[in-house]
């Protein structure tokens, strides 16, 4: 029922965030099906708030001792959406905030100790790097669009990638150079090779072939998650 409950929430998010990109998404993606007009705003809006109010309903009655986490995640979700787009800075901090949230609430359930809170950082430092990435991917659409682009404009800049994808190697170096069996050290080498062929890519390819840094990326973070599940089980 949580699981739902954040599904409908997350739902809600993607609705809203599609109604307040509808301008843009009219130049920029027509054949998406609000501006193609599949999809009405009426209906959207409906659909949003509905998920919205079944989310945090259901959130709360399944886990009520979750209040303050079910408030913050559907206030968070929407309020992208009407504070941190057009904001490149801001909207890459707050979706990895929000994304690490989702992981710390469920590592509190057993008491979060130094080793969690170091696994937070790494966690939302690295959603940083990806959204950071993913936005320069979609440069020329948000400006079709009329956003402002983190292209060009740190952290989107060849240093500032580097500052952001610099740590990150490192440390999946030192786990995977230190990791305890075969299963925890392949991953992090494939988290590794994910994070410097993104690097590679965003730096060096032609925009239009950008989007595959994104795409190595999002493998390189199912790594994560496998390093998660073998740390657990070790």
Known sequence: AAALAVVLLCSAAH?????VDL?????????????????????????????W??????????????????????LAGPGYSLFAKGRPQLA????????GSCWLAGAAENGITTREWGVLVALIWFLV????????????GDL??????????????RWGLWLLGGPLAGLALFRMLNAHGMAASLTAGVFLVCLGGAMIFIQTARLERAH???SLLKIGAFMGVAQLVVTRIG
């Open 212 to 214: 595959s840094a994104g």
């Open 23 to 51: 301008p843009a998404d009219r130049r920029n993606r027509p054949g998406r099906p609000l501006p193609s007009g599949y999809l009405t705003p009426r209906v959207a809006r409906n659909g949003a708030l509905t998920s």
């Open 144 to 157: 079709m669009g009329g956003y402002p682009t983190c292209a060009g404009r740190f952290p989107g800049t």
């Open 92 to 99: 890459a901090v707050w979706t990895a905030t929000v994304i």
């Open 129 to 140: 790097f990806r959204e950071t990435i993913k936005g320069i991917e979609d440069s020329r």
């Open 53 to 74: 109010l079944l989310g945090l309903g259901l959130g709360l009655v399944s886990r009520p001792d979750w209040w303050g986490w079910w408030l913050f995640w559907a």
């Open 15 to 19: 609705l809203v965030n599609d109604l």
